[in-house]
């Protein structure tokens, strides 16, 4: 069964530092890229990072560009997202998402989603 | 970036009516770049339809999509009790790959 199973989450202050992470399993990870969505409490969807499988390409959004840094450990089967200078507005459940096909180089639909840990950012 | 608008935002039904979902690019996202998902209250996004009109693994056939460009329609044939939800539709074609805001399917 292909899985994702992220952690990492919880409380922070505005400022601080998070690092979560995503464990994958029943596929073969290094062959697919991967990203980060994240979902404000009440709100919708949003990409914010991607990391390709095969050219070590990272992508962000503007909203946590030069922020939040990914990265990924295939011997580990694993997806990382670290968290830096947090905000308010960064409160949300960050789920970790695969790309809908293996290999691709173009952009892809989200499939499977991993069941998300939410990130709280407050004081 | 393109944006996604889903319309209606609630959607009030009865078990066994039809539901039709739309979402409508700002720019069109090419014949077949967009894929709908289906989120219910505390679980993750799930997969539903991929290139316009292909079902996901395991999604029933009472859900299709169809649509092109920038106009694409989601129909719930005949509504189970289990997909009363919230639906997104999500573009890839274009980078910063978006979604819609979403529409709430709830029981009438």
């Known amino acids: 069964e292909v899985q994702l199973v992220e952690s990492g989450g919880g409380l922070v202050q505005p400022g601080g530092s998070l690092r979560l992470s995503c464990a994958a399993s029943?596929?073969?990870?290094?062959?697919?890229?991967m990203n980060w969505v994240r979902q404000a409490p009440g709100k919708g969807l949003e990409w914010i990072s991607y990391?390709?499988?095969?050219?070590?390409?990272?992508y962000y959004a503007d909203s946590v560009k030069g922020r939040f840094t990914i990265s990924r450990d295939n011997a580990k089967n694993s997806l990382y997202l670290q968290m830096n200078s947090l905000r308010a507005e960064d409160t949300a459940v960050y789920y970790c998402?695969?790309?809908?096909?293996?290999?691709?180089?173009?952009?892809?639909?989200?499939?499977?989603w991993g069941q998300g840990t939410l990130v709280t950012v407050s004081s | 970036e393109i944006v996604l608008t889903q319309s209606p935002g609630t959607l009030s039904l009865s078990p066994g009516e039809r539901a039709t979902l739309s979402c409508r690019a700002s720019?069109?996202?090419?014949?077949?770049?967009l894929a709908w998902y289906q989120q219910k209250p505390g679980q993750a996004p799930r997969l539903l339809i991929y290139?316009?009109?292909s079902r996901a693994t395991g999604i029933p056939g009472r859900f299709s999509g169809s649509g092109s460009g920038t106009d694409f329609t989601l129909t719930i044939s005949r509504l189970e009790p289990e997909d009363f939800a919230v639906y997104y539709c999500?573009?890839?074609?274009?980078?910063?790959?978006?979604f819609g805001q979403g529409t709430k399917v709830e029981i009438k």
């Open positions: 999500q573009q890839y074609a274009n980078s910063p790959r978006t």
């Open positions: 720019q069109s996202v090419g014949s077949s770049y």
């Open positions: 990391f390709s499988s095969s050219t070590s390409t990272i």
């Open positions: 290139g316009a009109s």
């Open positions: 029943g596929f073969t990870f290094s062959s697919y890229s």
């Open positions: 998402a695969r790309e809908g096909q293996v290999g691709t180089t173009n952009w892809d639909w989200f499939d499977p």
